[in-house]
């Protein structure tokens, strides 16, 4: 059976760091383009940052930059997104996303809310 399973996510205060953890069943997600996304209440999903299959290259939003760092562990087949140095601005439900060629798979999202 196919699955991402997000987990990692919480309520944490301005500042603070959480590291999301997106690991695949039935896949192998090293094969696949990885993207975390995020969606705010009221606001249309938008990504955050994606990593490559093929050289590992990454990709982050311009509000992400410097604070998060996505990776992939092939062993454990997961990839995870460390988050420091988080804002109010970072608050919703975030998810990850694999695809390559015409397979697409999306995990169930999961909350991060920053606030003091």
């Known amino acids: 059976q196919v699955q991402l399973v997000e987990s990692g996510g919480g309520l944490v205060q301005p500042g603070g760091s959480l590291r999301l953890s997106c690991a695949a069943s039935?896949?192998?997600?090293?094969?696949?383009?990885i993207g975390w996304f995020r969606q705010a209440p009221g606001k249309e999903r938008e990504v955050v940052s994606c990593i490559s299959s093929s050289d590992g290259s990454t990709y982050y939003a311009d509000s992400v930059k410097g604070r998060f760092t996505i990776s992939r562990d092939g062993g454990l087949n997961t990839v995870y997104l460390r988050m420091n140095d988080l804002r109010s601005e970072d608050s919703g439900v975030y998810y990850c996303?694999?695809?390559?060629?015409?397979?697409?798979?999306w995990g169930q999202g999961i909350q991060v809310t920053v606030s003091s």
């Open positions: 996303n694999a695809n390559r060629l015409s397979r697409n798979y």
């Open positions: 039935g896949f192998t997600l090293d094969y696949y383009a």
